[in-house]
């Protein structure tokens, strides 16, 4: 069984939601491209982090949130007006954020196990 709480959630609205609700903990966001009905992404960085991302949940400290959020399409990724680029300031889809920390990691270093699990290490 886990040590640790995960959600899954979908927009900016839903992940700021969980954040809100969460508050105190260790929070840790991860923004990925949604998946079509067969679970194929759109976004290749995404599908080559993932299993890295997962395996090292494995590190991350006892008692913290784990939010995965699906960005949306494309299309909408690409648009400089999303809400996730105004108002998280991210700079790529493919993001893992820590909170607390304001540490983040963006795109290929995302496929980095000893990067992912350094950023999941408690503080």
Known sequence: MAHYEEVRVSGYG??????????????????????????????????????????ALKHIPEDAMFIHCKVGDQPYRKDLNNEFKKKLNLTSLLTLLKYRMLQNMVESECVKASLVEMLFEDD
């Open 14 to 55: 839903d992940s700021c939601q969980m954040v809100e609700q969460h508050r105190g903990k260790t929070i840790f966001a991860y923004f990925t491209g949604d998946k079509d009905t067969e679970g194929r992404s759109w976004c290749p960085d995404c599908t080559e982090a993932e299993p890295v991302v997962l395996e």
